[in-house]
């Protein structure tokens, strides 16, 4: 092993001496041999060329000015970056890595096998990803947040511990390459600086040895990793990365925190007073940027009733406050929470829903509150392993929901469409799993939503072609979305995605009502239509087409939201000019359910809020 006065350039080495400060350049009578910009400019200048003395005060001014450059440029340099990771985080994070690294090869592998099929791509499964423990949800999110971005940079750092013979240096290290990878990112971060232990930080030996590896060969990674940005041009670490990985991984950044209230534990107003009695500032309209939204404030959603919008400052207070640690208040993406309020007016009193990949359960549980007074229940269909299965079981307990839901573990798509359990169905949500292209902040929509950590083997796939994928996602979605369709009691569908792919969302949506209805049509049942979802658009909304495309709901990413696709279908009657046209074979016409009445004539509503007038969103769809 080299000693560490080798890695940082040999024993006794003397360092160069400092260069001493620029001179003016030839022929200039100003810093930098720029022209005055102003008389008085023009006027010392001048002067200075016949008075020595205001020549000379000029050449040390300027030097001043090149020394207080070079001081705040060393301190930028030399400046000390924090360490946010202890050797408990990085032990996890190693655990989840080896899983994860698991998972991709078995991909790998079945991707070789001869007949093996072109989608064939098995999931990150629990057996390879453990059963973690967290001291709460902070260390849990950095815990996250270091293995994503190990296995996103994977590849670079594989090629610098293999240009600087790292593993032959130290071949004792090999057996923790995962934990090599999550130190090497921690201290690359970090300009590869020495970590400081925290407080009653507990040390683990190879850890601490894998430490003082980094820190005797920091020289050799950092010119190896050097070298090739040099080489690819590349401005920053980042665009070394697979463009694929790149491509899917690029938009993370944070944003502020949603919440739905539990309106089963606590009213929405109680819950304003007590934020606003811990300091908490209300605000009365939503800020147009997030630069407006900061410090302890919130608003209530504009879309979503329950739903109260915190500011960036106030995601670490969240995540260990009483009031969502006891489920009073539920964080959640807005997507989801979008999802929810379209579903529950699908339904009457004293029916069902069933939903479709159901997450860690707190979308179901968002549906459950809404739908408590009607006497309805949630069916989750579900294909969860053990450990996910408990954890969505323990959030339905936390919230108090569990028995307006039943849960049936088996494969949605060999469900029977007669199946006598869903005899009061009505509705039907499809949450779809799709590429998640459309999340800010995957690590924060993993840990709110209560996801599975295989959505972070299918970010970080360097070896996945995108069109592959896109082609494997349709088809799961078009299977999930017309099975829904062809449950015979249900009136109502809706459609989720996270994804800004038309290949995932309108041509999903499309190819699956084009198929039920042709299959149904001998049978005489009404056709599937896509129809506009009901939700509270400002007229300003409506009128600059945000959040809104035709009948569907599109919100693309922002700094303020995730974006997301919604499509709310339903069972509707032909009327005489559509069943004529069809019967001519020139198929039925766009009808505009909620927007146009059957003379095609605009309905309108109006209602009243803190944001002024509203109108329905088939006010907007005339014609399209």
Same mark, same amino acid.
């Given at each position: 092993?080299p000693?560490?006065?080798?890695?940082i350039?040999?024993?006794?080495?003397k360092?160069?001496?400092?260069?001493?400060?620029p001179?003016l350049q030839?022929?200039s009578?100003?810093p930098?041999?720029q022209?005055?910009?102003?008389?008085?400019?023009v006027?010392?200048?001048?002067?200075?060329?016949s008075?020595?003395?205001?020549?000379?005060?000029?050449v040390r001014?300027?030097k001043?000015?090149?020394?207080?450059?070079?001081?705040?440029a060393?301190?930028?340099?030399f400046?000390?970056?924090?360490c946010?990771h202890?050797?408990?985080?990085?032990? /996890?994070?190693? $655990?989840?890595?080896?899983?994860?690294s698991?998972?991709?090869l078995?991909?790998?592998?079945a991707?070789?096998?001869?007949?093996?099929?072109k989608?064939?791509?098995?999931a990150a499964?629990?057996?390879t990803?453990?059963?973690?423990?967290?001291?709460g949800?902070?260390?849990?999110?950095?815990?996250?947040?270091?293995a994503? +971005?190990s296995?996103?940079?994977?590849?670079?750092?594989?090629?610098m511990?293999?240009d600087?013979?790292?593993f032959?240096?130290?071949?004792?290290l090999?057996d %923790?390459?995962? *934990?090599?990878?999550?130190? *090497?990112?921690d201290?690359?971060?970090?300009?590869?600086q020495m970590?400081?232990?925290?407080?009653?930080?507990?040390?683990?030996?190879?850890?601490?040895?894998?430490?003082?590896?980094?820190m005797?060969q920091?020289?050799?990674?950092g010119?190896?990793?050097?070298?090739?940005?040099?080489?690819?041009?590349?401005p920053?670490?980042?665009f070394?990365?697979p463009?694929?990985v790149?491509?899917?991984?690029?938009n993370?950044r944070?944003m502020?925190?949603?919440?739905?209230?539990?309106t089963?534990?606590m009213?929405?107003?109680?819950?304003?007073?007590?934020?606003?009695e811990?300091?908490?500032?209300? *605000?009365?309209?939503?800020?147009?940027?997030?630069?407006?939204?900061?410090?302890?404030s919130?608003?209530l959603?504009?879309h979503c009733?329950?739903?109260v %919008?915190?500011s960036?400052d @106030?995601?670490?207070v969240?995540q260990?406050?009483?009031?969502v640690?006891?489920?009073?208040?539920?964080?959640q993406?807005?997507?989801?929470c979008l999802a929810?309020?379209?579903?529950t007016?699908?339904?009457?009193d004293?029916q069902?829903?069933?939903?479709v990949?159901?997450?860690?359960g *707190?979308?179901?549980a968002?549906?459950a509150?809404?739908?408590r007074?009607?006497?309805?229940?949630?069916?989750?269909i579900?294909?969860?392993?053990?450990?996910?299965?408990n954890?969505?079981l323990?959030n339905?307990e936390?919230l108090?929901v569990?028995k307006?839901?039943k849960?049936? /573990?088996?494969?949605?798509i060999?469900?029977?469409p007669?199946?006598l359990?869903?005899?009061r169905?009505?509705a039907?949500?499809?949450?779809?799993n799709?590429?998640?292209?459309?999340?800010?902040?995957?690590?924060?929509?993993i840990?709110?939503e209560?996801?599975?950590?295989?959505m972070?083997q299918?970010l970080t796939? +360097?070896d996945?072609?995108?069109?592959?994928?896109?082609?494997?996602?349709?088809?799961?979605?078009v299977?999930?979305?017309r099975?829904?369709?062809?449950?015979?009691r %249900?009136q109502?569908?809706?459609?989720?995605?996270?994804?800004?792919?038309?290949?995932e969302?309108?041509?999903?949506?499309? $190819?699956?009502?084009?198929?039920?209805?042709?299959?149904?049509?001998?049978?005489r049942?009404?056709?599937w239509k896509?129809?506009?979802?009901?939700?509270p658009y400002?007229a300003?909304?409506i009128?600059?087409?945000?959040?809104?495309?035709g009948?569907?709901?599109r919100?693309?990413p922002?700094?303020m939201?995730?974006g997301c696709?919604?499509? @709310?279908? +339903?069972?509707?009657?032909?009327?005489?000019?559509?069943?004529?046209a069809?019967?001519?074979?020139?198929g039925? $016409?766009?009808?505009?359910?909620g927007?146009?009445?059957?003379?095609?004539?605009?309905l309108?509503?109006?209602e009243?809020?803190?944001h002024?007038?509203?109108?329905?969103?088939?006010?907007k769809?005339?014609?399209k």
């Amino acid at each position: 092993m080299p000693p560490v006065s080798e890695a940082i350039g040999g024993p006794g080495k003397k360092q160069p001496p400092s260069q001493p400060p620029p001179q003016l350049q030839a022929g200039s009578n100003v810093p930098g041999g720029q022209d005055p910009e102003s008389s008085d400019d023009v006027a010392v200048a001048t002067m200075s060329v016949s008075n020595p003395i205001i020549k000379k005060r000029s050449v040390r001014k300027t030097k001043m000015d090149q020394y207080s450059t070079d001081k705040s440029a060393t301190a930028d340099f030399f400046k000390k970056e924090p360490c946010l990771h202890s050797h408990r985080v990085f032990e /996890r994070a190693a $655990k989840i890595f080896d899983g994860l690294s698991k998972a991709r090869l078995q991909h790998i592998q079945a991707k070789l096998k001869p007949g093996a099929k072109k989608d064939a791509h098995p999931a990150a499964s629990e057996s390879t990803i453990p059963n973690l423990d967290f001291n709460g949800p902070s260390e849990k999110k950095l815990t996250f947040e270091l293995a994503f +971005a190990s296995m996103k940079y994977q590849s670079v750092f594989d090629e610098m511990l293999e240009d600087t013979a790292f593993f032959s240096l130290y071949p004792q290290l090999r057996d %923790v390459e995962p *934990l090599v990878m999550v130190v *090497l990112w921690d201290y690359q971060s970090r300009k590869f600086q020495m970590r400081v232990p925290f407080e009653d930080e507990v040390l683990a030996k190879d850890i601490s040895g894998i430490e003082g590896a980094i820190m005797e060969q920091k020289t050799k990674l950092g010119a190896s990793l050097a070298r090739r940005r040099i080489k690819a041009a590349a401005p920053n670490i980042e665009f070394l990365l697979p463009d694929n990985v790149r491509k899917q991984t690029s938009n993370q950044r944070p944003m502020p925190c949603y919440a739905w209230v539990n309106t089963i534990k606590m009213h929405p107003s109680e819950l304003m007073q007590k934020l606003r009695e811990e300091g908490f500032t209300q *605000l009365w309209f939503p800020p147009k940027s997030v630069a407006e939204f900061k410090e302890k404030s919130f608003f209530l959603d504009p879309h979503c009733s329950d739903v109260v %919008v915190f500011s960036l400052d @106030c995601n670490t207070v969240l995540q260990d406050h009483p009031l969502v640690e006891r489920g009073y208040l539920v964080r959640q993406d807005k997507s989801s929470c979008l999802a929810a309020h379209s579903v529950t007016p699908l339904l009457g009193d004293d029916q069902d829903v069933i939903v479709v990949n159901p997450g860690g359960g *707190l979308l179901p549980a968002h549906m459950a509150v809404l739908l408590r007074e009607r006497k309805s229940q949630v069916l989750i269909i579900s294909e969860h392993g053990d450990e996910d299965h408990n954890k969505m079981l323990s959030n339905l307990e936390l919230l108090g929901v569990s028995k307006f839901v039943k849960v049936f /573990r088996e494969s949605f798509i060999s469900l029977d469409p007669d199946d006598l359990r869903l005899v009061r169905v009505r509705a039907a949500l499809v949450i779809a799993n799709c590429s998640k292209n459309a999340i800010n902040n995957i690590v924060n929509y993993i840990v709110t939503e209560g996801e599975n950590l295989k959505m972070l083997q299918d970010l970080t796939d +360097a070896d996945d072609d995108l069109e592959e994928k896109l082609e494997r996602l349709q088809a799961d979605h078009v299977n999930s979305l017309r099975h829904a369709l062809k449950l015979h009691r %249900v009136q109502g569908v809706a459609y989720l995605t996270r994804s800004t792919n038309d290949a995932e969302n309108d041509m999903v949506v499309q $190819k699956s009502i084009e198929y039920v209805n042709m299959q149904q049509l001998p049978k005489r049942m009404p056709p599937w239509k896509v129809i506009p979802p009901v939700l509270p658009y400002s007229a300003e909304e409506i009128d600059e087409q945000i959040g809104i495309d035709g009948k569907y709901v599109r919100f693309l990413p922002t700094a303020m939201m995730n974006g997301c696709f919604i499509t @709310c279908m +339903a069972r509707e009657p032909e009327t005489q000019s559509e069943a004529f046209a069809r019967a001519k074979g020139r198929g039925p $016409k766009t009808s505009q359910i909620g927007g146009l009445n059957e003379e095609g004539e605009e309905l309108h509503t109006e209602e009243s809020g803190h944001h002024g007038r509203r109108k329905s969103l088939g006010n907007k769809n005339k014609g399209k």
